[in-house]
């Protein structure tokens, strides 16, 4: 299983990103996708999950407003839309999958699999 996430970069705050991440190597599909990101010196932070089935998400309430994930299952990549970041958004960003449903009891820790991330630099 291999996840690659893409999209990361450097932005001012106020401004948006689009993360984008490329699964492949699942023999079953029945999976499900999420991001959580970790910043240095922090805890790993759970973003939001999707049920590929039927296109259904989750958001924790400190999550909600400014992040929205999606999903192409024919191209088995999901995305992350980032608007209005602030510093305080400056982490390294997982693309990570899973075996359940959304949300999983965890949405930090309670991936199976995980890309090596994407660094977002938000600059004030």
């Known amino acids: 299983v291999q996840l690659v996430e893409s999209g990361g970069g450097l932005v001012q705050a106020g401004g948006s990103l689009r993360l984008s991440c490329v699964a492949s190597?699942?023999?079953?599909?029945?999976?499900?996708m999420g991001w959580f990101r970790q910043a240095p010196g922090k805890e790993r932070e759970g973003i939001s999950c999707?049920?590929?089935?039927?296109?259904?998400?989750y958001y924790p309430d400190s999550m909600k407003g400014r992040f929205t994930i999606s999903s192409d299952d024919t191209k088995n990549t999901v995305f992350l839309q980032m608007n209005n970041l602030t510093p305080d958004d400056t982490a390294v960003y997982h693309c990570?999958?899973?075996?359940?449903?959304?949300?999983?009891?965890?949405?930090?820790?309670?991936?199976?699999?995980w890309g090596k991330g994407t660094l977002v630099t938000v600059s004030s």
């Open positions: 190597g699942f023999t079953d599909d029945n999976y499900n």
């Open positions: 990570a999958a899973y075996w359940g449903s959304c949300p999983p009891a965890s949405l930090a820790y309670g991936m199976d699999y």
């Open positions: 999707i049920t590929r089935s039927d296109g259904s998400t």
